[in-house]
């Protein structure tokens, strides 16, 4: 199973090699499972999608991943429902967040430099040190509103 069209990282490989981290087999189908569903999924929808291409990979596994995407932000979860999806701004640092249509399911990511100074500032006015924040907006999108 190869690796395809990693948004906006040029590779897999040397993004991981950046973080002192080996690019390995288990981290690719991990990878290719949150490209390919195009939603985001829980550790278990990845491990059936891997499942059913012939790969073989343990839930335990999936977590350590994930864990470990996140941790050099490649991969968000979801506020509301707990899932993830690979970050599609990788190179934007700061708040990122998501349209979540309650109706279809699509999900939107965007970043926006103004809401992480704002919600920094609220962490600080109530002496809570943040270590990172993502928000969910839920709605209808404009196809559904339509």
Known sequence: MGISNFPMITSLRTTLKEHGLKDTQPRRFVLQALEKLKK???????QKWVDAKGGSINAVTVYRIIETFMRIGLVHRHPCDGHFSLCSMPHKKGHHGFL??????????FHDEQLCKAEERVARTLKFRSSTHVSEILGTCAACAA
């Open 100 to 109: 979540h249509c309650t109706s279809c399911g699509k999900t939107q990511e």
């Open 40 to 46: 985001p999924a829980s550790p278990y929808d990845i």
